[in-house]
């Protein structure tokens, strides 16, 4: 089993420029999850999902949509980059809503 | 709001030394609270979860404790394989709550010297 795969693993965007980040799970977890973790601020939700078809805003949303067209895939996206949105963004997937989360092995962004 | 404090920030120990993390966690209605390790440049990895004050887990040199305020990792004869970042998070709210959320701690990072 892969787990939680997160495609790519590097990127840096210019201001302004919008991008996808791609997550798959193969552990048929039905919730599914983006976190973003910066120096001094721990792993902050930013999407989550509950069931294919189905996206909810965590704690810090703004500037970030997601879909949930298939029950293993999990997509991020930034319309309008920002240099705030520089960070290590995480996937995590989730068998029950109260069961242990499994990472993926992040995605380093930098927006210049 | 929920709220997760980790301390140390960081800890070195020599091998051979044992000491514990200690995770302190202000949460309404605690549903799980979970801990993490993190290697660099990698995503966090499952540890262990603890749902009620007074459960222990276990797993080769750590043990994880709960109480109603804090949980502790306890780390027995550590080896320098053990040095990582340890995260601990919590999950609040009423059982069959849509709260979904983990309010994740900021870490302790562990050197163990060989």
């Known amino acids: 089993n892969a787990g939680v795969t997160q495609t790519p693993k590097f990127r840096v965007l210019k201001t302004g420029q919008s991008m996808t980040l791609l997550c798959a799970q193969d552990m048929n977890h039905e919730y599914m999850y983006w976190y973003r973790q910066d120096p001094g601020m721990g792993l902050r939700l930013i999407h989550y999902s509950v069931g294919e078809g189905t996206t909810a805003k965590g704690e810090v949303p703004d500037g970030y949509n997601v879909s949930r067209l298939k029950k293993q895939n999990f997509l991020l996206g930034l319309e309008s980059a920002a240099p705030s949105q520089t960070s290590v963004y995480f996937c995590?997937?989730?068998?029950?809503?109260?069961?242990?989360?499994?990472f993926g092995q992040g995605t380093r962004l930098t927006v210049v | 709001e929920d709220q997760v404090t980790q301390s140390p920030e960081a800890l070195r120990l020599q091998e051979g030394e044992s000491s514990s993390l200690n995770c302190s966690y202000t949460?309404?209605?605690?549903?799980?609270l979970f801990w993490y390790r993190q290697d660099p440049g990698k995503g966090p990895e499952f540890l262990f979860t603890l749902y009620s004050a007074g459960e222990e887990k276990e797993k080769e040199r750590l043990k994880a404790t709960l109480t109603k305020k804090e949980s502790f990792l306890h780390i027995t004869a550590p080896k320098p394989e053990d040095s990582a970042t340890y995260l601990c998070?919590?999950?609040?709210?009423?059982?069959?709550?849509?709260?979904?959320?983990?309010?994740f701690g900021k870490g302790t990072l562990l050197t163990v010297n060989p």
């Open positions: 998070a919590v999950r609040a709210g009423n059982s069959g709550g849509s709260n979904y959320k983990l309010t």
């Open positions: 949460v309404s209605g605690l549903r799980g």
């Open positions: 995590a997937s989730s068998w029950g809503d109260n069961t242990e989360a499994f």
